[in-house]
């Protein structure tokens, strides 16, 4: 319900603030358009005015103006619409009126607006003004006509009366304001169409975001109502982070407690080892020196894998803490050769390879730098190229060739042994990943090897994969950038 009305209210601003200032423009448009023709009928007017004022002047000349006989005449035979024709001197005096005989009794003109104009730029124009004299309301129209030999200017003025008739015409054409109104509302309609539309894609989700903040179960209902256009895009994107991101977060919660439990079951086996032979050796006091001995050194062994597991697990959460700061950051300031560190690898191991009858065939150049964001970078370099020798030399039965070599930026380690099923491909670099289990135990290994080769990879922008050798065996392939 809170939803709905938040949606609702959001619908009503943004239509009130978008529709308010359509409607204010159409306001201010249609204001300016009905001045726009007023003032365009009004020039027309004086136009036509203006032409009656020429004409006079053109027929009479200056000298005929000023008679009243010849003015008298002339406006009599061109009168129309009741016109009131007017001759003024530059000063403001009255010379000749149709309509007022002793036009000596009439007031000065010179403050009339259309008089002042009419100085100023040859013509002017007063609208809806009472007559002092007729009083009687005229549209004046006035030109103003100079004297070539500087003697006194002459205005011709012409009025006509504000009748029904010329009101009418002065009025402007109100179809452009039904127009106008019919626009408003159509353009009203589409706002509000697409306005609630917007509305109702924002309420699904806001309620997509409501059940994912309180923890309520989620379905996929509000994506299917989604538009499919650029709004239903981006809310599909949104939605499609969300369950990236849920996932993502249930995957990180799954696999933190399935490292727990396995840590706690490969832990739970050299512990009860060690309880057992030493609950062994204290309840039987007596018990004869040879088999006390056999038991402390079992007891040895056994702590001794829980130290390796424990020290394969630290480095396993350090690589990932290095990992994650070197993304943030992109530190990568050391520089290590890898070639001296392959060749201490196999020198440590030469003897457990030639025990097991394997031949090391090596395609390396002269040098391998890499720039890495370790502290210690030999180190961990050197574990990964161990435990993979290790790899091959526990598991690999009856291999007689391990190969390592190196082509553009990619390492590859690979053995002619049995190899894995390929169902176990995938998982080979998981943490305490086994293929047989029972077996991997039985040879001490702490099922960390192959992450701890991920992780150091992946430290250094690179990535892990394992495959099948041709004619048998497993590969292992990494690149380091």
């Given at each position: ?8 209210s959001f619908?009503k ?5 978008i ?10 448009f249609s204001?300016?358009?009905?001045q ?7 020039d027309?007017?004086?136009a036509?005015l ?12 200056e000298?005929?103006v ?5 003015f ?10 009741q ?12 010379l000749q ?8 009794s ?6 009339r ?10 013509s ?10 007729t ?7 006035a ?6 030999q ?22 402007a054409d109100n ?9 408003t ?15 109702r894609?924002?309420g699904?989700l ?7 903040e309180t ?12 538009p ?21 977060e ?51 062994a ?5 130290n ?11 690589l990932e803490?290095?990992n994650?700061?070197a993304t ?18 196999l020198d ?21 730098i ?9 180190s ?19 291999a ?7 082509s553009?930026?990619e ?16 998982h080979?670099?998981e ?7 029972g077996r ?6 702490t099922?960390?090897?192959l ?7 992946a ?23």
């Amino acid at each position: 319900m809170a939803t709905a009305l938040k949606s609702k209210s959001f619908q009503k601003n943004l239509f009130l603030s978008i529709g308010g200032i359509f409607l204010l423009f159409a306001v201010c448009f249609s204001v300016y358009q009905y001045q726009r023709e007023k003032d365009y009928k009004i020039d027309i007017l004086h136009a036509r005015l203006q032409m009656y004022n020429y004409e006079m002047m053109h027929t009479l000349g200056e000298d005929g103006v000023q008679n009243d006989s010849l003015f008298a005449a002339y406006t009599q035979s061109h009168n129309m619409q009741q016109m009131r024709v007017s001759v003024i001197n530059s000063d403001g005096r009255v010379l000749q009126d149709n309509d007022y005989d002793n036009v000596d009794s009439l007031p000065n003109h010179l403050k009339r607006l259309e008089v002042q104009e009419a100085l100023q730029k040859g013509s002017g124009y007063d609208i809806k003004r009472t007559s002092q004299s007729t009083h009687e309301t005229y549209f004046y129209s006035a030109t103003l006509f100079r004297h070539p030999q500087h003697r006194q200017d002459i205005i011709i003025r012409t009025a006509v009366p504000y009748s029904a008739e010329l009101t009418e015409s002065l009025k402007a054409d109100n179809t452009y304001i039904y127009f106008a109104v019919a626009l408003t509302i159509l353009l009203g309609l589409a706002l509000y169409y697409n306005t609630s539309r917007i509305s109702r894609h924002i309420g699904y989700l806001r309620q997509f975001a409501v059940k994912a903040e309180t923890g309520k179960e989620l379905d996929h209902e509000l994506e299917r109502r989604l538009p499919d256009d650029e709004l239903g895009e981006i809310s599909h994107t949104i939605i499609t982070l969300y369950w990236k991101l849920r996932h993502s977060e249930e995957d990180k919660a799954r696999i933190k407690r399935q490292l727990t439990q396995n840590a706690a079951h490969e832990l739970k086996t050299p512990a009860a080892s060690i309880h057992g032979y030493l609950e062994s050796i204290l309840d039987h006091p007596d018990m004869a020196p040879q088999q006390r001995q056999h038991f402390l050194q079992r007891c040895y062994a056994q702590s001794e894998r829980m130290n390796k597991l424990l020290l394969d697990m630290a480095q396993l959460t350090k690589l990932e803490e290095v990992n994650t700061k070197a993304t943030a950051t992109g530190n990568s300031e050391m520089k290590v050769d890898l070639v001296p560190i392959i060749h201490n690898v196999l020198d440590d191991t030469s003897l457990q390879l030639q025990e097991k009858g394997i031949e090391v065939k090596l395609s390396l150049p002269e040098s391998i730098i890499v720039r890495s964001p370790l502290s210690e970078p030999e180190s961990s370099f050197y574990g990964v190229f161990r435990n993979l020798a290790d790899n091959t030399i526990a598991y690999a039965t009856g291999a007689t060739c391990l190969s390592i070599s190196y082509s553009q930026g990619e390492f590859t380690v690979s053995d002619n042994g049995p190899g894995v099923p390929t169902e176990h491909l995938p998982h080979l670099f998981e943490r305490f990943y086994r293929v047989d289990k029972g077996r991997s135990r039985k040879l001490g290994g702490t099922g960390l090897g192959l992450a701890i080769v991920r992780n150091v990879v992946a430290v250094h922008g690179g990535n892990a994969t394992a495959q099948h050798t041709t004619g048998g065996g497993l590969t292992i392939k990494f690149t380091i950038s």
